[in-house]
């Protein structure tokens, strides 16, 4: 069993539209959670820490439930630069390794 | 600040071979890892290090070796090199913590023949 789970997608929305990503995790114990943007043949970049009360940062809000063991990402009002895969990462009690969900691709279309 | 470096950017290595990725961060983190990503599997951690002459293995450590003298510098070495080792590596660095921000290097894409 994989420690975060993710759906690959592809997901393709138009300009404007609200897209929502989930992921769960399997360690109960998990510490911290954060979302991450890779663009195509690029290196990942944080897009956000995701905190216990949830979070927002203009167009992206985060959440966390962690009775459920998910974390979720929802983007409103799409742009095309919204377009990536995007990696949800867990850390694990330990705090010294982190484990990658295999990503979302995300296409935002005109 | 160059954050974090990596070289080379690209590589083609026989099977049997050996070579070092090298990976450089000027940011004064302690924290310093290896991941691979492969189609499917997103990164998996090899190795990682809390500090200078402390190194830890990840998830996936078989085949490669690391060392930390520096602060600054976390080498990745292949032994004897495998066409299952076929990926996009990508060094990272933080300061300690599992609630710290990871800087990712740019990749090193290693093709085995």
């Known amino acids: 069993r994989k420690e975060v789970e993710q759906d690959p997608g592809p997901f393709n929305v138009p300009e404007g539209a609200t897209v929502a990503f989930n992921c769960t995790y399997s360690n109960s114990a998990s510490q911290s959670f954060f979302w991450y943007r890779q663009d195509c043949r690029k290196e990942p970049k944080l897009l956000m820490s995701v905190y216990s009360s949830g979070n927002e940062d203009g167009r992206f809000t985060a959440q966390l439930n962690r009775a459920s063991q998910y974390i979720s990402l929802l983007i409103r009002d799409s742009k095309l630069s919204d377009s990536a895969t995007y990696l949800c990462v867990v850390n694990m009690d330990t705090g010294n390794q982190f484990y990658f969900g295999t990503g979302t691709s995300l296409t935002v279309i005109p | 600040n160059a954050g974090v470096t990596q070289t080379p950017k690209f590589q083609v290595l026989k099977t049997g071979q050996s070579m070092t990725l090298q990976c450089a961060q000027d940011?004064?983190?302690?924290?310093m890892s290896w991941y691979r990503q492969d189609p499917g599997m997103g990164l998996r951690l090899i190795h990682y290090?809390?500090?200078?002459?402390?190194?830890d293995q990840g998830e996936v450590p078989n085949g490669y070796n690391v060392s930390r003298s520096t602060t600054e510098d976390f080498p990745l070495r292949l032994l004897s090199a495998a066409p299952s080792q076929t990926s996009v590596y990508f060094c990272?660095?933080?300061?300690?913590?599992?609630?710290?921000?990871?800087?990712f290097g740019p990749g090193t894409r290693l093709l085995v023949l």
């Open positions: 290090s809390v500090g200078a002459g402390i190194t």
């Open positions: 990272a660095s933080s300061y300690v913590g599992g609630g710290e921000t990871q800087y």
């Open positions: 940011m004064n983190h302690e924290y």
